[in-house]
């Protein structure tokens, strides 16, 4: 058994920023199922939304961020992440991540904010199309440079260990983790009084997402099993335009080209999204995604079209060379041809229920980023609004969980027993199952949804997770069937966290139900492991 003063799951933004700033008071082991670079994180494309201009006010982004969550934000956490932004902005640009700047007709330097959907200003940071990885990048830099981290990288949490497992009589607490040192194949056992989960979400639940193979809801289920609350599973938001080729899988094309005055056409080269929303293209991503699917249905295509060669060709490249040297690669020029793009999974609304200051109900445990469902989202997140909740939140868990440290309880955790055992025969098993998780998922419980589908999905994956749940007890474990595991337990929480909500409202839209039912629904769906 090792011990750590804070163990951290997760190298996304918000596991960075805790670990960093943990590092000041205590040993921090970051644990990370593949390399350190591999996050939601470092895939964000679009930027850090946040209040840095004296045309913008914190009352337009609370109003924009409450006016995307359809009546389900909580309140006070959208006035706290919004006014506390400025403050750890200025953090992570001391850390040296750069934001792009331009010049403000003065002779002077500004901060160049971008646009996204639902936002009434300009107010996205960002650092050419690779935000995410401009910010990864420099705090991990800072990680490697700290000798009070101990990153363990190709390290898959297993379980959490809590006092209720180990039956002691006692407020049911987090402890410690138990680990699948991959390449050993040893389980490891680490004791921490903090365990902060920062695991980001579960795009991988769908057979299309815009999100890294990581993304396998590994926090969410964990907590499940150990018996902390989970809310609002429902709402998955879909992004509406990732990009349709047949050689590249889960490539996004970044809203800010849409907020850069791109328009989406359909195979007729018509524009079609004046019909659903008067803020066209730069409505909130819900009503964007609905509007490309429902144009899919009707024509029977298989993409529509993002168009953004009326603008100069310079201006393209300069602002989103990642976007136009990755389709340039596979044979498409962005500044002379429309972007075939489709909806895709792209972020986890609900989670983990935690506060402001990411505790969940289970003592000792704490959840930050997309892997927390604290109230910033609602029923559908603002675009942008997430890599600033990431580090908001890091820096509340920090201050709580320093300041209510308590004194280590008095035995030992048991080492991990595997039993007996044996390797997995035939793999194609685990392939299959997640490959039906992924369709079933898309297929069932995608943009539109109907109380029948929901149903018969529920039905499907009860069958998967008692298959999974053999393989688990009779089998060697592997990353494989750990996040194969982890993905059917997040599948059914969707699932039924989707058949509770009779209503349609932002991201769960039901075709049983058309409307918003603000008499019974205007709540978060809770749900626990009994
Ligand atoms: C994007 O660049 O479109 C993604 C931004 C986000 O999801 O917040």
Redesign the pocket.
């Known amino acids: 058994m090792r011990e750590f003063d804070f163990i951290v799951l997760g190298s996304g933004i918000a596991g960075l920023s805790f670990a960093l700033k943990a590092a000041k008071v205590g040993t921090v082991a970051l644990i990370t199922k593949r390399g350190r670079a591999d996050s939601n994180t470092a895939w ?4 850090v939304a946040c209040v840095m201009s004296d045309e913008d006010s914190f009352e337009l982004h609370i109003r924009d961020t409450l006016d995307a969550g359809v009546g389900l934000c909580h309140e006070d956490v959208v006035r706290a992440v919004v006014t506390e932004g400025p403050a750890r902005i200025d953090e992570l640009m001391y850390l040296g991540v750069h934001f792009d700047h331009r010049e403000n007709g003065n002779g002077g330097n500004e901060l160049d904010l971008g646009r ?1 959907g639902g936002h009434s200003k300009r107010r996205v940071l960002h650092f050419q ?1 690779a935000t995410g990885r401009e910010i990864e990048h420099r705090l991990l830099e800072q990680i490697a440079a700290n000798s009070q981290i101990e990153v363990m990288e190709n390290h898959m949490a297993v379980d959490l260990i809590t006092t209720g497992k180990l039956g002691y009589a006692m407020e049911n607490s987090c402890v410690g983790v138990y680990v699948l040192n991959e390449s050993t194949g040893v389980v490891e056992t680490l004791r921490s009084d903090v365990t902060v989960a920062a695991t980001g979400g579960c795009g991988k639940v769908y057979l299309y997402t815009t999100n890294p193979d990581v993304a396998t809801g590994d926090g969410v289920a964990m907590a499940w099993r150990a018996g902390a609350t989970i809310a609002n599973m429902e709402f998955i938001q879909f ?1 509406p ?1 990732c990009l349709y080729h047949p050689d590249i899988k889960s490539f ?1 094309i ?3 080209v849409r907020g850069e005055g791109g328009i989406l056409i359909n195979e007729r080269g018509q524009r079609f999204m004046e019909h659903h929303n008067p803020q066209k293209e730069l409505a909130p991503r819900d009503i964007v995604a609905r509007a490309i699917d429902a144009e899919m249905k009707r024509s029977g295509a298989k993409c529509v079209y993002l168009d953004i060669t009326h603008k100069p060709v310079d201006f393209i490249i300069s602002r989103f060379p990642t976007i136009y040297e990755t389709c340039l690669r596979y044979g498409l020029d962005i500044t002379k041809k429309p972007i075939p793009v489709v909806p895709a999974a ?2 986890q609304c609900g989670g983990v229920k935690v506060d402001i200051n990411g505790e969940t109900s289970l003592r000792g445990l704490f959840a930050i980023g997309e892997v927390a469902c604290n109230g910033l989202h609602g029923a559908n ?1 603002l ?5 600033l909740e990431g580090v908001v939140t890091a820096h509340r868990a920090f201050e709580k969980s320093t300041r209510q440290r308590r004194e280590r309880l008095p035995f030992d955790l048991p080492e991990w027993r595997s039993g007996e055992v044996q390797d997995v025969d035939e793999l194609v098993v685990i392939s299959h199952n997640w490959e039906e998780i992924r369709r079933l998922m898309w297929d069932y419980v995608g943009i539109v949804r109907t109380g029948k589908r929901l149903q018969r999905a529920a039905t499907r994956l009860r069958n998967l997770h008692a298959e999974v749940q053999e393989f688990y007890w009779n089998f060697k474990i592997s990353t494989d069937l750990l996040e194969l595991r982890n993905l059917v337990t997040v599948a059914s929480l969707v699932v039924d966290c989707a058949l509770s909500r009779k209503e349609s409202r932002g991201l769960h839209y039901t075709l049983d139900h058309l409307e918003r039912d603000d008499v019974r629904f205007l709540h978060d769906t809770i749900t626990r492991r009994n």
């Open positions: 964000a494309q679009g930027g996204e199309d992004h335009t996004l970044s809203e800010v792209h972020y997140r675009a942008s609004n997430s890599l």
